[in-house]
C-alpha cells in the first residue's frame, strides 16, 4: 500500500494545534517530588556536579598522559622527529617543543626516539609553540648530581679541560670545576699539561652555592688508598729492612722518598761515601732506587733512609798496601781554619793540618795554600783503619830547611827578612820559607823608647837583621835589627860625658821638672831643683842656658843634666861623685861584658863544630 504523503498545510495544522494546547510541568503535576530531586549545586554554580569516582577517573588518565607546563620545571621528553637545525620532542603536553640541536652537540649520535630531559622554558611563544631548554636542563640536574655526590662521598667523572692560575678546569656533568694542583695527585706536579683533554674522576669536596663555585680532588681518591697500603707499609717496617722507592723531592739537606705512602729522608751524608755538595749530583726526581731503613721513631711516621749503606764501605775496599810513609795523590774537598781534607780514594779521606803544609812556624790558613779542587801530592803520616783515620802532610816532600841552619844563618850573619806578625814583646820575621826570627822590641833601636812594635815597622816590611842565637834543636833563631849599625851611644857617652856643658835651651816641663832635646837621640832631664838661677829665678820653657851633664846612663839611655851646677860649688861635688860612682859601675861592668862576650864565642864555635 502506498505511503501517505503529509502535506505543508497539515503540518502547519499539526503545529499550530500543539501550541496553542496547554503544557503541564512535572513541578506542576507532582511538587513534592520535584523539589526532592531538585539540583540546587546546579542552580548555584551554573555547572552540572560530577560524580567523585568520574573525577578520579579524569586525573588519572591526565596524569598518565599529560604534563604540568608550569614554568622552570625539569620533565622528561622524548625525541619524535629531527630537522636539519632542531629536535621536536614530546613532553605530553598538547602541543611538541622545539629545541636547536646546538644543544645537542654533546651527543652527536641523537636520534628519534631517544629520551631527553628539558625545560619547561616558555609555555607558548608568539606562535603559540611550546619553547624548551635541553641546556638549562641539564644545568639543573648537573646541580642537583653534584649536591648529590657532595652529600653522598660519590665518585664522578670529569673532562680535564685546561689549564688555569692555580690548576685545571673541569667539566663535571656539564658544569665547570676547580681542580687545584695540590689536589690533583700526592705527589708534586711539574707538567699540568700531561693532565689536559683527559677524563679522569673526582671527589667533590666543596661547594659555594651563593658563587656557585665546585671545588673537586682527585687527590683525595689517592689517599686513600694509599692510607691502606701506608698502614701495612708501617706495619712491616724493620731497621736494615731494603725497600724500593721513588724519588719525590730533593732539598739541599737531603732526598725524600716515597715508599708507596709512606715518605722517608736520605739525608745527604748517606747518599755517597764520598762528599757531595748537593744531593742532585746522586740522584734526580723521579728515579727509581733501593734504600735501607736506617731508624725511625715511636709511631713511624720519621724513616731515616740510607743509600750508601747498600754498598761496601770504602775503608774496608783499601788496599792493604797503603802504609804509612807513601805518597799519595788526592783532591781538596773541603777546608777548614785548621786545615784541609783530601780524598785519597772515593770515599777515604785525610786531613793536611795547616801546620804540615809549610815548614814555617809562622801558621797561616790553610787557604793560603790550597784551594777546594786543587789536585795535590802528600805523604801519609798516620793511618787509622779502625776509626778510619788518615793524617797527611805536604811540607815533607820538601827538604826540612832547618837542616843546614847552622851553615846558611851561623851567629852573627847579617840578612834580610819579611816582617810576618808582631807580639807585644817584638817581631816575627821570616828569613826564608820555614825559618823565621824574633826581634825582641829591645833589640829593635839603639835610641828610640818603642811600647810596641807596630810603632816601629808594618807587617810586610822588609827589615835587615843579624842572628844573635840559634837553638836547632828548639828550632828557635833569635834576631837583632839595632845590631845591624853601630851603637850611637857610644859616640855620645864621649860627647856628652860627665861634667861636659852644654848650651841649650829648655824643650818641655814636665813634672818634677823638665827636658832638654839635645838631639834625636838625647833627651836630657833637669830635675826641678836643677832649674834654679843664680839670682834664685827658675828657668822656663824656651829659656836658653848653660848645663851641665851630671849623669849620664848608656845601658838604660838615661841622661840627667843641671843649669845650677854650673855655678855652685856644691852641685859640683854632686857632680863629682856622680862620675866617680859611673866609673866604678863601669869597672865592674867590664868582667861581665866579657864574659858574655867569652860565652857568645863558645856557643858560636860549639854549633861551628869546633872543640
Not at 622528561?76 to 605530553?92: K, L, P, Q, S, Y
Not at 689536589?183 to 711539574?190: E, M, N
Not at 812556624?361 to 787557604?367: C, K, Y
Not at 851646677?565 to 854632686?574: D, G, P, T
Request: hydrophobic share 40%.
Amino acid at each position: 500500500m502506498a505511503e501517505k504523503k503529509t502535506t505543508k498545510a497539515e503540518v502547519e495544522a499539526t503545529e499550530a494545534t500543539t501550541v496553542e494546547a496547554p503544557v503541564v510541568s512535572e513541578a506542576q503535576a507532582n511538587p513534592e517530588k520535584f523539589l526532592k530531586e531538585f539540583d540546587w549545586h546546579n542552580y548555584e554554580e551554573g555547572i552540572e556536579q560530577v560524580a567523585d569516582k568520574k573525577l578520579e577517573e579524569f586525573e588519572k588518565l591526565v596524569s598518565e598522559n599529560f604534563v604540568d607546563t608550569l614554568d622552570d620545571e625539569v620533565v622528561e621528553g622524548e625525541v619524535i622527529h629531527i630537522t636539519d637545525r632542531d629536535a621536536i620532542i614530546d613532553i605530553n603536553a598538547k602541543s611538541e617543543g622545539v629545541i636547536s640541536l646546538n644543544e645537542f652537540r654533546y651527543n652527536p649520535d641523537l636520534k628519534v626516539g631517544d629520551k631527553v630531559e628539558v625545560l619547561i622554558d616558555v609555555r607558548e611563544d608568539a606562535t603559540g609553540q611550546l619553547v624548551l631548554s635541553h641546556r638549562k636542563a641539564r644545568v639543573i640536574k648537573a646541580w642537583d648530581r653534584v649536591n648529590n655526590a657532595h652529600d653522598t662521598g660519590e665518585i664522578v667523572n670529569g673532562f680535564v679541560k685546561c689549564r688555569t692560575k692555580g690548576g685545571m678546569i673541569v667539566d663535571v656533568f656539564g658544569i665547570e670545576a676547580f681542580l687545584p694542583g695540590s689536589q690533583i695527585d700526592v705527589k708534586p706536579i711539574r707538567d699540568y699539561d700531561q693532565y689536559v683533554n683527559k677524563t679522569m674522576e673526582f671527589k667533590v669536596v666543596k661547594i659555594n652555592h651563593e658563587f656557585k663555585n665546585i671545588v673537586v680532588s682527585h687527590k683525595a681518591l689517592i689517599e686513600a688508598d694509599i692510607e691502606e697500603q701506608k698502614k701495612e707499609i708501617i706495619g712491616q717496617l724493620e731497621k736494615g729492612q731494603v725497600l724500593e722507592g721513588i724519588v719525590k723531592n730533593i732539598t739541599s739537606y737531603g732526598v725524600f722518598i716515597d715508599l708507596g705512602g709512606v715518605d722517608g729522608l736520605v739525608h745527604i751524608t748517606d747518599l755517597s761515601w764520598s762528599r757531595i755538595n748537593h744531593p742532585n749530583e746522586i740522584v734526580e726526581l723521579d728515579q727509581k732506587l733501593n734504600v735501607v731503613i736506617l731508624d725511625f721513631d715511636e709511631n713511624k711516621s720519621r724513616i731515616q733512609l740510607g743509600l750508601k749503606q747498600l754498598s761496601k764501605h770504602p775503608w774496608e775496599a783499601l788496599g792493604e798496601e797503603v802504609k804509612v810513609g807513601d805518597k799519595v795523590k788526592g783532591k781538596v774537598v773541603v777546608i777548614a781554619d785548621y786545615g784541609a781534607f783530601v780524598e785519597v780514594e772515593e770515599g777515604v779521606e785525610g786531613l793536611v793540618h795547616v801546620s804540615e803544609m809549610s815548614w814555617s812556624t809562622h801558621l797561616r790558613s790553610a787557604q793560603d795554600f790550597v784551594s777546594v779542587g786543587d789536585e795535590i801530592e802528600a805523604q801519609i803520616l798516620t793511618l787509622d783503619r779502625e776509626d778510619r783515620k788518615m793524617s797527611l802532610g805536604i811540607k815533607q816532600l820538601t827538604p826540612d830547611p832547618w837542616t843546614d841552619i847552622t851553615s846558611k844563618y851561623p851567629v852573627g850573619s847579617k840578612h834580610t827578612g819579611i816582617v810576618r806578625n808582631f807580639t807585644n814583646f817584638g817581631v816575627f820575621v821570616e828569613l826564608e820559607e820555614g825559618i823565621d826570627g824574633l826581634i825582641y822590641i829591645s833589640d829593635l833601636s839603639w835610641t828610640k823608647k818603642i811600647k810596641h812594635p807596630s810603632e816601629f815597622c808594618n807587617v810586610g816590611d822588609n827589615l835587615d837583621v843579624v842572628v844573635l842565637e840559634l837553638d836547632v834543636e828548639g828550632r828557635k833563631l833569635s834576631l837583632g835589627h839595632k845590631q845591624t849599625t853601630d851603637n850611637p851611644w857610644d859616640k855620645y857617652e864621649k860627647e856628652f860625658a860627665l861634667g861636659t856643658t852644654h848650651t841649650i835651651a829648655l824643650t818641655e816641663m814636665v813634672d818634677k821638672g823638665a827636658t832638654i832635646d839635645f838631639n834625636d837621640d838625647i833627651t836630657a832631664f833637669v830635675p826641678q831643683r836643677h832649674l834654679e838661677k843664680e839670682d834664685g829665678s827658675k828657668l822656663k820653657k824656651g829659656e836658653e842656658a848653660e848645663f851641665k851633664i851630671i849623669e849620664f846612663n848608656k845601658e838604660f839611655k838615661r841622661v840627667v843634666a843641671s843649669h845650677t851646677a854650673v855655678f855652685r860649688e856644691e852641685e859640683a861635688k854632686i857632680v863629682k861623685q856622680a862620675v866617680k860612682k859611673a866609673e866604678a859601675q863601669a869597672a865592674e861592668a867590664k868582667p861581665t861584658l866579657g864574659d858574655a862576650n867569652d860565652a857568645l864565642q863558645a856557643l858560636k864555635d860549639k854549633m861551628d863544630g869546633k872543640k
